[in-house]
């Protein structure tokens, strides 16, 4: 016994080899109906894969705009920091003594 080839898009017949042939031929409209009905499964499928994805695409884009904008503000209050170092004492050097 073996299946139809249709039988994942809804042919659930299984017959003998020898009968298969006969069976393509008197099913032919009814597998072509299983197909289209199985593609346009499919195409809804793609579609609300797509739709899912964009959807992905735009949260992550908003969550990557905050987190810059985030860290860009974090960057500015740090530039703002004035430095706090004391100045070096200043050490009395004698004059170099230069030769000419
Ligand atoms: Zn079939």
């Known amino acids: 016994m073996i299946r ?16 298969f042939k ?15 009905e199985g593609q346009n499964k499919k195409n809804e499928e793609i579609k609300e894969l797509k739709d899912k994805l964009n959807k992905i695409e735009y949260e992550n884009n908003q969550k990557f705009d905050i987190l810059f904008k985030a860290m860009n503000l974090s960057n500015e209050e740090e530039e703002k920091v004035e430095p706090n170092i004391e100045p070096l004492p200043i050490r009395k050097q004698s004059p170099l003594k230069v030769k000419i």
Not at 22 to 36: N, R, V
């Open 4 to 19: 139809c080839h249709y039988f994942d898009v809804g042919c659930w017949t299984e017959l003998l080899r020898k009968d």
């Open 22 to 36: 006969k069976h393509l031929e008197t099913e032919a409209f009814h597998h072509s109906i299983l197909f289209i």
